[in-house]
């Protein structure tokens, strides 16, 4: 089983993926995903069940949902592809109302849509369970600050009861996100916010190292374009 960032910008895409010889796991799933995929892959079509992790509906982190389940029906996939989403994810809800009621052939693949809460677990297979925690977000624009608050969760993936990686999605500091962190084997934090910059709705590196501390390794994701 592997982790790897495929591509982690703020404000333009996130998409980590997980792999498995039994699964193939994203989390999140922003535009520019296909192209991701297929620099990655070697193999097609992808001969394995697909989890879709998403941890707010953010364009930025869902941006690639609708093409990427298109990309499957061309592929002809045949295993069951599942998306998991934040209760209340009304974009991501219609992102598959809309992608679903268009199809003119039945899918090639079982579909199913899993709306999760803080605290809900999900068994992948005898050994690998993944545990949503709720997170502390809302969306923010240039030159007014924050908006609307989100459902977000951030997600830990545990193998065989070890918390083998942890993935804050976006959010603020709060004592859910280091809970999630805590002990973990690996973690990526956002660090959205610049250096000083603290807000209750995304990280600054400092407070992203702070979290990092808890686990064992970490990486900070997610950093803003501006600031390159
Ligand atoms: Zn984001
Ligand atoms: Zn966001």
């Known amino acids: 089983m ?9 404000g333009i ?3 980590i993926l997980v792999t498995d010889e039994n699964f193939l796991m994203l989390l999140d799933i922003g535009d520019g995903t296909i192209r991701d995929i297929v620099e990655k892959l070697t193999s097609f079509p992808i001969n394995k069940p697909i989890h879709i992790f998403i941890t707010h509906s953010h364009y930025d982190h869902s941006g690639g949902l609708y093409s990427f389940l298109g990309f499957l029906c061309m592929l002809n996939h045949s295993h069951p592809v599942r998306v998991y989403s934040p209760e209340g994810s009304i974009e991501i809800d219609a992102i598959l109302d809309s992608f679903l009621s268009v199809q003119k052939n039945p899918l090639s693949y079982p579909f199913e849509h899993v709306k999760l809460t803080d605290g809900d677990k999900v068994e992948l297979n005898e050994a690998t369970e993944v545990e949503s925690y709720q997170m502390q977000h809302q969306g923010s624009i240039i030159g007014i600050g924050g908006t609307d608050e989100v459902p977000s969760l951030g997600y830990a993936i545990f193998r065989s009861k070890e918390k083998w990686l942890a993935y804050t999605g976006d959010t603020g500091y709060h004592k859910n996100a280091e809970r999630l962190v ?3 084997s690996f973690a990526y934090i956002e660090a959205t ?5 603290s807000n209750s709705y995304h990280l600054t590196p400092e407070e992203a190292h702070r979290l990092g501390d808890l686990a064992k390794n ?8 501006e600031s390159r």
């Open 13 to 15: 895409a996130t998409q």
């Open 218 to 225: 970490y990486q900070l994701i997610h950093t803003r374009y």
């Open 2 to 10: 592997r982790h790897e960032v495929l591509y982690s910008t703020a």
């Open 193 to 197: 916010n610049k250096i000083g910059e």
């Open 182 to 184: 805590d002990r973990a």
